[in-house]
């Protein structure tokens, strides 16, 4: 969830950025989280510039200050607590922009799989090289990883529709709720290994 906003004191831009997360973090734990549940991913206040015209002499003057402060939360794919969050971040008087990120919940066993199989490629591959080229395969000299980061995210949706006042599609409401169904797909990544060999 990501809350924007502008004041031309800075002092006040920064307290309206923390009054504003301090009332998501009070709609979470009105859905029964618990505040520290809900933490910050980025916090900025930044000066706003405008540019006017003296005579033909173009100059920048302050404008305001602009916060950005970017939080969030996790929980188990569950629609039904879903449709309770998306309601209520809908009746926020804040109108916070958000996205729905859908991940895995151990990322370690699918990186480790993923490596397996990109060093059994770049055997296969290395195997039909050698052929084609007459030689064989020898040991391996070096292997180079470069461990990124690999990003298991699914990305279904991504918004700042209500603060707009754009409703979500195909969604019905209820008391406290939107009857939603959301089904994550499948995520795809890649990773690279170089793998060098001697040939005989």
Known sequence: MTVKGTNKVYDKAVKESAEKTEKIKDMFENLGFERDKVKTLYFNVEAEFENFQISRTWKKRFK????THRTKIEFPVDNEMLGKVLYALSRSLIHPEFDIDYTVADPEKPKNQLLEKAIKDSMEKAQV???????????????????????FVSRPMRTSM????????????????????IAPDDIDVSDTVTVVWSIE
Do not use: F, H
């Open 64 to 67: 305001d200050y602009k916060y």
């Open 129 to 151: 090289l050698a052929k084609a080229s007459g030689v064989k395969l020898g040991n391996i000299l070096n292997i180079d990883y470069s461990w990124g980061e690999v990003d």
């Open 162 to 181: 209500y603060a707009s006042g754009v409703a979500l599609p195909c969604v019905a409401v209820s008391t406290e709720s939107y009857d939603i169904d």
